[in-house]
């Protein structure tokens, strides 16, 4: 099963940009879909968006549309999260998870077979 690695977290100024990286043991890394969620204090994980086995099929949540974009190496056995225009409300641990599937992918949390550890987004003056 895939051991899922998170990096890239830190602290942000509003208008600022992070990338975070998920790295996977798994040497089959296109044969999963990748999901990243991030989860706030006091409030429930929410998806942000995920991405196909090939990479040729992406989704982003629609309120982070045009910010948030989502691209995988497979040769490199990482997927990334580019994260621009950050706002406080980001502020969040972001996780990706992993399911193996021939389906493009899903942003429900629910389908994901293997999650990471998380990486903490810290956006503020």
């Known amino acids: 099963q895939p051991h899922l690695v998170e990096s890239g977290g830190g602290v942000s100024q509003p208008g600022g940009s992070l990338t975070l990286s998920c790295v996977t043991s798994e040497r089959t890394l296109d044969q999963y879909s990748v999901g990243w969620f991030r989860q706030a204090p006091g409030k429930e994980r929410e998806p942000v968006g995920c991405?196909?086995?090939?990479?040729?099929?992406?989704d982003v949540v629609q309120a982070e549309m045009g910010r948030f974009t989502i691209l995988r190496d497979n040769a490199r056995r990482k997927v990334f999260l580019l994260l621009t225009s950050l706002k406080p409300e980001d502020t969040a641990v972001y996780s990706c998870s992993a399911v193996p599937t021939d389906y493009k992918c899903s942003l429900n949390s629910a389908v994901y077979d293997y999650w990471g550890q998380g990486t903490q987004v810290t956006v503020s003056t």
């Open positions: 991405i196909s086995r090939s990479g040729q099929f992406t």
